[in-house]
């Protein structure tokens, strides 16, 4: 494959990893996040440092986004200098952050009234699924421009779907967040369980993540718990985001997803505990203090 121009906003935790999968391939990437310092070892392997995400999409033929909050998204698109205004004519734009499906329509019309192509592609996989390239990429968007990146998506993941038109990758992404929600309670509440009862939680997950309760969480995830390791591979204060956008994204359907909201209020105490930059299987904390 011709080798592109990448732009890459965002280079967080999963983010670094995945615009450094790019400059394996032999793509020039050009990057912006908010803190440059986060951007060293990026910039040391080769990264081209821009000033302003403007700057980012003059420079590329695809740019990617893996920003924090749908805010974020709507600044780097919509934005007066942002990537829409400045991106060149037939670019391809992917905005990877887990955001609002209705915010991924609106930048699809804005960017096809630009000449360009947009398509929404949130990823699940955390930190790990980032570092090892095995992420799970759900897209939304035309046929065309999902075909014409596929070796791009390739680079940094795996499993990777075309869900439909413009927002269906982000809707999908909430179902991922919305199973993973009420999923997360009984991860940490078995822990909880094993350790009450007074048995060894290594030893019962041996027996338990490879039968029926068998979940992504449980295998990796809760061996963290157990090891004490509440660092991020995804944030509490982001997954309160996306949980957010899931039961609004619900409400306007008329549906009902009880889980989810009491899962929302769970992480909503657990940051209010000071605990909004862990790891979302800090949650372990909040069932733990009473």
């Known amino acids: 494959m011709e080798k592109q121009t990448?732009?890459?906003?965002?280079?967080?935790?999963?983010?670094?990893?995945?615009?450094?999968?790019?400059?394996?391939?032999?793509?020039?990437?050009?990057?912006?996040?908010?803190?440059?310092?986060?951007?060293?070892?990026?910039?040391?392997?080769?990264?081209?440092?821009?000033?302003?995400?403007?700057?980012?999409?003059?420079?590329?033929?695809?740019?990617?986004?893996?920003?924090?909050?749908?805010s974020d998204v709507k600044e780097v698109y919509l934005g007066?200098?942002?990537?829409?205004?400045?991106?060149?004519?037939?670019?391809?734009?992917?905005?990877?952050?887990?955001?609002?499906?209705?915010?991924?329509?609106?930048?699809?019309?804005?960017?096809?009234?630009?000449?360009l192509f947009a398509l929404d592609a949130p990823v699940s996989g955390g930190d790990v699924g980032a570092r090892e390239a095995r992420l799970s990429i759900m897209v939304g968007g035309d046929q065309a421009a999902f075909d014409a990146m596929m070796p791009i998506f390739e680079a940094m993941g795996q499993n990777i779907v075309h869900q439909g038109k413009a927002g269906a990758g982000q809707h999908t992404k909430m179902c991922n967040q919305i199973a993973i929600a009420s999923g997360m309670i009984g991860v940490c509440e078995a822990v909880l369980y094993a350790e009450k009862a007074g048995l060894d939680p290594t030893t019962v997950l041996k027996s338990i993540e490879s039968g029926a309760a068998g979940s992504w969480s449980l295998s990796?995830?809760?061996?963290?718990?157990?090891?004490?390791?509440?660092?991020?591979?995804?944030?509490?204060?982001?997954f309160i985001k996306d949980m957010t956008i899931a039961l609004d994204s619900a409400k306007e359907m008329g549906l009902l997803t009880p889980g989810l909201a009491l899962t929302k209020s769970l992480y909503e105490e657990l940051a209010q505990m000071g605990e909004e930059n862990s790891g979302t299987h800090a949650l372990y904390k909040r069932l733990k203090r009473d």
């Open 6 to 70: 990448i732009g890459f906003i965002g280079t967080g935790v999963m983010g670094k990893s995945m615009a450094g999968h790019l400059l394996k391939q032999g793509h020039a990437v050009h990057i912006y996040t908010r803190t440059k310092e986060k951007a060293a070892d990026l910039l040391q392997q080769g990264a081209v440092w821009e000033q302003t995400p403007g700057d980012v999409a003059a420079a590329s033929d695809v740019v990617i986004t893996m920003v924090g909050y749908p």
């Open 80 to 115: 007066e200098e942002g990537i829409l205004a400045r991106a060149k004519a037939g670019a391809y734009v992917i905005d990877m952050t887990t955001s609002s499906p209705a915010l991924a329509e609106q930048i699809y019309a804005a960017a096809k009234e630009r000449g």
């Open 220 to 238: 990796n995830l809760a061996p963290r718990i157990i090891a004490g390791n509440f660092e991020p591979g995804f944030y509490v204060k982001h």
